[in-house]
């Protein structure tokens, strides 16, 4: 294994997601739907821009995914003030349901991964990975 941050930083993303499908095996989730009803979890009724923005997806990728996502029956799409162009994406009552499995699975997940290590430890770790999200987010590299 190299030691190296783009390497761990790959080898965890693939390492947690696999964790995370393999405990949502049975919801019928596909990938990029858990981050969506994530994101809507906090943020119930946003545009399909501002998801795509807070998911860092493409918006030709999202609409595809909230597609299937309406057709599952987790997502309803409603135009508000009568603007036809926007599109505000809500929860259905399935899709709470969903995004609370979601949010237990990712908490679980979350707690396998940082097993362990002290509290400390996790909140020195939680601000480094947030000053290298901002630093990337200053540079528009996502």
Known sequence: MTRSFHYLSMANHALFS???FTMLERAGLTPGQPKVLDYLGEHNGSSQKDIARGCHIEAATLTSLLGRMEE???IMRKMQDGNRRSLYVYLTQTGWAQQAAVARTFAQAEQQ?????SPQEQEQFLNTMEHIYQNLMAEEVL
């Not at 991964?113 to 290590?117: F, V």
């Open 113 to 117: 991964a940082m097993k362990g290590i």
């Open 72 to 74: 599952k029956g987790l």
């Open 18 to 20: 696999k964790h995370v």
